[in-house]
């Protein structure tokens, strides 16, 4: 029969077993856990999330640049009317000079296909496409 374990010894490990783990250090009162392996860092309450690391051979995305002021993040600048100047951001106009006309609807356009002529028909002529007198 083996001996009765004293306090201190070791506990008996069988042949081909995993020795015991060690025992942990005594906890401080107040003090942080130690870190695990794999375990987040802990960010205070208010602080930025740390940056995830990238990827092995992909490079870091650049700061997103700050949007000028009044401009929401991502709007796009509205497109120029054909044949106006291009005026820079920021621009102010010269005063006293002339504001360009917008172009003018080339002569002869072709009326959209299935429009109703703006007058009536004088009775007697057929409505253009239907086939149909104008009573």
Known sequence: ???APKVGDKPAVPAGAAPPAAPAAPAI???PAA???GDKPVVPA???APAAP???GVPAAPAAK???PGI?????????APGAPVVPAGAKPTPGAPVPPSAPASPGAPVSPGAKPATPAA???????SGKPNA
Not at 72 to 80: D, F, I, N, S
Not at 123 to 129: D, L, S
Request: hydrophobic share 45%; aromatic share 2%.
């Open 1 to 3: 029969m083996p001996a």
């Open 123 to 129: 009775p007697g002529t057929k409505w253009p496409g």
């Open 46 to 48: 208010g602080a930025a």
């Open 35 to 37: 870190p695990k392996a």
């Open 54 to 56: 990238a990827a092995p």
């Open 29 to 31: 009162p107040g003090a």
């Open 66 to 68: 700050p949007a000028a």
């Open 72 to 80: 929401p993040v991502g709007a796009k600048p509205a497109p120029a």
